[in-house]
T-cell receptor
Framework: DTAVSQTPKYLVTQMGNDKSIKCEQNLGHDTMYWYKQDSKKFLKIMFSYNNKELIINETVPNRFSPKSPDKAHLNLHINSLELGDSAVYFC?????????????FGPGTRLTVL | KQEVTQIPAALSVPEGENLVLNCSFTDSAIYNLQWFRQDPGKGLTSLLLIQSSQREQTSGRLNASLDKSSGRSTLYIAASQPGDSATYLCAVRPNTGRRALTFGSGTRLQVQP
């Protein structure tokens, strides 16, 4: 059973297109995240949702729009893709409460914009 | 702004060696520090989490220490095995604000059989 799953695993697309990446967690966690890992391997937070509400929105172009239809899902929609959007995008989840702070990561989605 | 640095960026050791990975952070106002493992093409797996009030955590052959005042953490791997080959990332969570993790760029470890 996959705890945090992402689809697709690979995404190759042309500049200017709109694409979505889906994330689902079956751990019953309340908080979900999107991270971007660039070519230098730095992982940076993009968004965080808690119980379907946006609680972190880092300095990310508004072409990126997260959507949380329910607690178990946090999808990432990207409009007008640019070359610089090429990266690996990771979804993660965490249970509520500071006593259990471990984040569980999905396998990542490698996005290549041509 | 918190910055996390990991040294070395890459490390290659023969099987059986004990090794130390280093992580430093600029802002000591952290809630906790985590060490993750990332395998090629895979997500991150949490290895150890150290709360700011703790000095170390151990799991099997792994031992992580934290010196919050000096902004340093080390991950000690005993008796390394080829299966330990991966990228190791440390991340800190601040104790104020929005509490998002700040990651280092990782140490890529290769254990030679």
């Amino acid at each position: 059973d996959t705890a945090v799953s992402q689809t697709p695993k690979y995404l190759v697309t042309q500049m200017g297109n709109d694409k979505s990446i889906k994330c689902e967690q079956n751990l019953g966690h309340d908080t979900m995240y999107w991270y971007k890992q660039d070519s230098k391997k730095f992982l940076k937070i993009m968004f965080s949702y808690n119980n379907k509400e946006l609680i972190i929105n880092e300095t990310v172009p508004n072409r990126f729009s997260p959507k949380s239809p329910d607690k178990a899902h946090l999808n990432l929609h990207i409009n007008s893709l640019e070359l610089g959007d090429s990266a690996v995008y990771f979804c993660a989840s965490r249970p509520s409460g500071y006593s259990t702070d471990t984040q569980y990561f999905g396998p990542g989605t490698r996005l290549t914009v041509l | 702004k918190q910055e996390v640095t990991q040294i070395p960026a890459a490390l290659s050791v023969p099987e059986g060696e004990n090794l130390v990975l280093n992580c430093s952070f600029t802002d000591s106002a952290i809630y906790n520090l985590q060490w993750f493992r990332q395998d090629p093409g895979k997500g991150l797996t949490s290895l150890l989490l150290i709360q700011s009030s703790q000095r170390e955590q151990t799991s099997g052959r792994l031992n992580a220490s934290l010196d919050k005042s000096s902004g340093r953490s080390t991950l000690y791997i005993a008796a390394s095995q080829p299966g330990d080959s991966a990228t190791y990332l440390c991340a800190v969570r601040p104790n104020t604000g929005r509490r998002a993790l700040t990651f280092g760029s990782g140490t890529r470890l290769q254990v030679q059989p």
